[in-house]
């Protein structure tokens, strides 16, 4: 009913860049927030960004993991409910399947079901 489709991993050198895409379609009403996080091998899947858009009277709320604060630019179009991210500065340690989820509005405003992407491999080597 809801899907989660990423884009635009791949391999690159440190100091690379990179930007993903992720699109939510289906039975969308309206998105509370689309985030990215990230999963390494043997490590718990984190949070990288995440843009809150719905249910914010006063704007759009954007949250970095300290990690990547400064590297990493989220950014959303809303209309399309699609969100992106833009990696500067690749490190090794970015190196993760990237995962997308878009947590949905109701109608009141407030967050409700999220769904996740099938991932995308970032890898970061020399």
């Known amino acids: 009913q809801v899907q989660v489709v990423e884009s635009g991993g791949g391999l690159v050198q440190p100091g690379g860049s990179l930007r993903l895409s992720c699109v939510a379609s289906?039975?969308?009403?309206?998105?509370?927030?689309m985030g990215w996080y990230r999963q390494a091998p043997g490590k718990a899947r984190e949070l990288v960004a995440r843009?809150?858009?719905?249910?914010?009277?006063?704007?759009?709320?954007?949250t970095y993991a300290d990690s990547v604060k400064g590297r990493f630019t989220i950014s959303m179009d809303s209309a399309k409910n699609t969100v992106y991210l833009r990696m500067n500065s690749l490190k090794t340690e970015d190196t993760a399947v990237y995962y997308c989820?878009?947590?949905?509005?109701?109608?009141?405003?407030?967050?409700?079901?999220?769904?996740w992407g099938q991932g995308t491999q970032v890898t970061v080597s020399s």
């Open positions: 289906g039975s969308i009403f309206s998105i509370y927030s």
């Open positions: 843009f809150v858009t719905g249910g914010v009277a006063g704007g759009d709320i954007i």
């Open positions: 989820n878009a947590a949905l509005s109701n109608e009141y405003g407030l967050a409700s079901a999220s769904y």
